[in-house]
């Protein structure tokens, strides 16, 4: 890490450096696009300051005006051209990855050549394992999801009377998650390693932290800074202490007995080495892989559950419908998928949850690949090399789209499944993204993980709702923001007290 006394110097070069930048010829030519803020050369710096400070407002702002189409915002590194239609929210829903790639948004956003590696861009085959064979894994792999949650928060929270105990919400949230992935992904023992748990869990902050910084600067610039800001040759070695020998034997069992022996363990290195090819499957690389895909399970599902849980911790008339819910399912499917599936108040909630506070203030991040660029079918057209982004904040927050959009209300998606017969049905259920949902993103590229996570989520809070009491003292944390960026209060504390009733 660049030492903090040495950064405002590294900074101002990066400011200079930029200035250039934005001079030069390269950069889309965007001026038929709407901008938010000052658009001239040292100016749109002020505007880049303001949007950094104040992403949700500019972005609001944004939105109010071009309703109906897009609009640009100043970045440091690039402008940004935000899309905040229905319609062409639907447009980024259909369009193919030889018009605008996601892995290059992606990448963008998590500075992931740096952060998570070079093997990130040039191969996402980890999204195809979470796809099939994990997705595919969680009804088997249910109940020792839920063994490692009900482990992991008896360990987390000592209750020793009746009195209520302050928690650091986030910290232990993201050591619980760290255990529950770490079941699916390498099973027991290792995802109990204390040593292993906190590498997870700093490893997954440490790329959102280490991005924040790298993508201060512009692109050209990254090279020379990213490898200073960056934790990941450092963590990539104490990961592979833990899981090289592990990945070496798997190999060799696999030479020996062939692809699929009998006794091979239903975890994330088998799933890996049934798609990984050539150079990935050095345990070097799978190494990294299975660091890229705790990064995207930990750090997303640990914000969305802290910021559930101060819900609930305030929302004490949500506790006993949700309880009685899910001693009706539990009583009826045992702990099982499909009695989480029948949980609809409990998925309300945690859908809720994330449509209000969500853990970014824009979601499809994708630039535009196809040398011709890519036309809305409004007729808009944005240049080749353009980053953009759907409004997703806003969206959740407008009140076209939802009643009363800046009041929090846990089972506002239960009542919209209604009746009976639309109950089952998966439209407003928490995996199912829409062009007024996008916490999850949309289309072919929306988060493949969430099926395991919303079911970890479910097991999360009904282990809670079971075993506990919560509330809050005083008000509800703030969110930090760090440009469109949100995240979940990392100081507050939530109470806990053995459940009384
Ligand atoms: C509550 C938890 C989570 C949230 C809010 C979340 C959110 C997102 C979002 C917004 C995207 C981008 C979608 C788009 O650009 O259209 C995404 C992509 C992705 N997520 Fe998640 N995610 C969560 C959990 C997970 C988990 C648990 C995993 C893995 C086990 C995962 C793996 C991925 C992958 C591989 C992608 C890239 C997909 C692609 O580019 O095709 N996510 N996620
Ligand atoms: C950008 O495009 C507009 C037309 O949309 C044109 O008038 C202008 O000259 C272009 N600017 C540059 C720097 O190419
Ligand atoms: C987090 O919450 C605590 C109180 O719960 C508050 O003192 C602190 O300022 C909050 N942090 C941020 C960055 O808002």
């Known amino acids: 890490m660049i030492s903090s006394d040495l950064f405002p110097y590294v900074a101002g070069l990066a400011v200079i450096a930029t200035a250039a930048y934005w001079l030069s010829s390269q950069r889309p030519n965007l001026s038929s696009i709407p901008a938010v803020g000052p658009t001239g050369l040292i100016s749109s710096y002020v505007g880049a300051y303001d949007y950094l400070r104040n992403a949700p407002k500019v972005l609001q702002r944004g939105y109010n005006k071009y309703k109906s189409s897009v609009f640009r915002v100043p970045y440091y590194d690039k402008w940004v051209v935000v899309v905040s239609s229905p319609q062409l929210v639907d447009d980024l829903r259909q369009s193919k990855d030889e018009d605008l790639s996601a892995i290059l948004g992606f990448g963008q956003v998590f500075a992931a050549p740096w952060t998570l590696g070079r093997g990130f861009i040039d191969s996402d085959y980890h999204t195809k394992v979470i796809q099939s064979a994990m997705t595919r894994s969680i009804t088997a792999r249910f109940i020792d999801i839920r063994d490692e949650v009900a482990a992991a928060f008896e360990d987390e929270i000592k209750l020793p009377g009746d009195d209520w105990v302050a928690v650091?919400?986030?910290?232990?949230?993201?050591?619980?998650?760290?255990?529950?992935?770490?079941?699916?992904?390498?099973?027991?023992?290792?995802?109990?390693?204390?040593?292993?748990?906190?590498?997870?869990?700093?490893?997954s902050m440490g790329v959102m932290t280490s991005a924040k910084k790298i993508n201060l600067f512009p692109n050209f610039l990254k090279p020379l800074v990213g490898p200073w800001l960056t934790n990941l040759p450092r963590d990539l070695e104490r990961a592979k202490k833990h899981l090289v020998p592990i990945i070496e034997e798997r190999l060799r069992l696999e030479e020996e007995h062939g692809p699929n022996w009998a006794e091979r363990p239903n975890d994330l290195i088998s799933w890996l080495l049934e798609y990984a090819k050539g150079e990935e499957r050095t345990p070097h690389m799978l190494t990294q892989r299975m660091l890229i895909v705790n990064f995207l399970a930990i750090h997303t599902s640990a914000n969305s559950f802290t910021q559930a849980l101060?819900?609930?911790?305030?929302?004490?008339?949500?506790?006993?419908?949700?309880?009685?819910?899910?001693e009706a399912a539990i009583a009826e499917e045992g702990w099982t998928k499909s009695a989480m599936g029948k949980c609809i108040k409990l998925d309300s909630f945690l859908r809720e949850s994330q449509r209000y506070t969500g853990a970014s203030a824009v979601n499809i991040n994708r630039i535009v690949v196809n040398p011709n660029g890519f036309t809305f079918s409004d007729g808009t057209h944005i240049p080749h090399g353009t980053f953009m982004a759907a409004a997703t904040h806003a969206t959740h927050h407008d009140?076209?789209?939802y009643e009363n959009p800046d009041e929090f209300d846990g089972f506002r998606f239960a009542k919209m499944r209604g009746n009976d017969e639309d109950r089952e049905s998966i439209k407003f259920q928490m995996v199912t993204p829409d062009v007024k949902y996008l916490s999850f993103g949309l289309g072919r590229h929306a988060c493949p993980g969430r099926f395991f996570a919303v079911n970890e989520l479910k097991l999360m809070l009904a282990y809670i709702l079971q075993h506990y009491d919560v509330k809050l003292e005083g008000p509800r944390p703030p969110t930090e923001w760090f440009g469109t960026l949100a995240a979940a209060n990392r100081s507050a504390k939530v109470e806990f007290r053995k459940r009384q009733t």
């Open 399 to 401: 009140d076209q789209n």
């Open 310 to 326: 101060f819900h609930l911790a305030q929302g004490p008339e949500y506790v006993e419908p949700l309880r009685e819910e899910l």
């Open 168 to 203: 650091p919400a986030l910290g232990t949230i993201l050591r619980v998650i760290s255990r529950a992935s770490n079941r699916l992904f390498v099973g027991l023992p290792l995802c109990r390693d204390p040593d292993y748990q906190l590498l997870a869990v700093s490893f």
